[in-house]
């Protein structure tokens, strides 16, 4: 795999950049990183050219300012795209907090973006009640550290299922957590509980745009993803069948192929 580290604004990010064709940036979701995307990368660079970082902070990307506010990161993506010198619009695919970031992305260059993937992510804001918790929650970090914090987190994010295959994605998605700073997952949090409602921008999006959620997400609802996508003229909205919240590490294949569909697709 092609990896670069590109020195943007404060910020050495590392990205993956792979394949060849129109260009796809996968986002990853908090407080993961890149590797997120291992069932994704190679398949989709077949047609593709897959454009995807380690947000500033996370993963193995550093920055000398914590990015408080998903604008940063959202900034940090558009100048990515100016260092590999990539004119052509992009389909903008993220995850979660990928997904918050790619609607202040649509919102800052709408000129940018071909198609909108939005996997297991909502465009409302936090409640008063969980932005508070996201408040509480970047200054407790310090104290429960981060090894703690991914045993909490991981079975939250996956759908148990007695699979042995989940027991090594659970591992991994540990992993993802644990190696990440304190200093990035309170940035994180705080980027997050800041973050502004996309409800009202999603009638004005008119790039194709497909929601892929997960029968069992308990953090982002099916019904809350169709809802987003019934307020958007071109979306279309599928779920994936036994899966949680990171439906392309637990159901790649399905995942994979309603993406490919929908990135081969003239929609
Ligand atoms: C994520 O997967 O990015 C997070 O669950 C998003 C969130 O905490 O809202």
Request: charged share 20%; net charge negative.
């Amino acid at each position: 795999m092609i990896k670069k580290t590109l020195s943007v604004r404060d910020a050495l990010l590392h990205v993956v950049d792979e394949g060849q064709g129109p260009p796809l940036l996968l986002i990853h979701g908090f407080p993961l990183n890149q590797r997120m995307w291992e069932f994704q990368i190679l398949e989709f660079a077949k047609t593709h050219r897959v454009i995807c970082p380690d947000l500033a902070g996370f993963g193995l990307s550093q920055c000398g300012e914590p990015r408080l506010d998903l604008r940063s990161h959202a900034e940090d993506i558009s100048d990515i795209l100016d260092a590999l010198n990539v004119r052509e619009r992009v389909v903008f695919c993220g995850l979660s907090m990928g997904g918050y970031i790619g609607w202040e992305f649509w919102k800052q260059y709408p000129e940018k973006i071909s198609k909108i993937i939005a996997c297991n992510t909502r465009a409302a804001s936090d409640s008063l009640e969980v932005a508070r918790g996201r408040r509480i929650a970047a200054k407790s970090i310090f104290n429960t550290g981060t090894q703690i914090l991914a045993q909490q987190m991981a079975p939250r994010l996956l759908y148990s299922n007695p699979q042995e295959r989940i027991k090594t994605i659970q591992l991994s998605v540990e992993q993802m957590i644990e190696s990440t700073s304190p200093d990035s997952i309170a940035a994180g949090q705080l980027a997050m509980s800041n973050r502004s409602d996309a409800t009202a921008w999603l009638p004005m999006i008119d790039c194709p745009t497909l929601f892929v959620g997960g029968q069992y997400d308990e953090i982002t609802t099916t019904q809350e993803m169709s809802s987003n996508a019934a307020l958007i003229c071109n979306a279309q909205f599928v779920e994936i069948k036994t899966a949680g919240h990171l439906t392309p590490l637990e159901q790649p294949d399905s995942f994979n192929y309603q993406v490919l569909e929908f990135l081969n697709s003239n929609r």
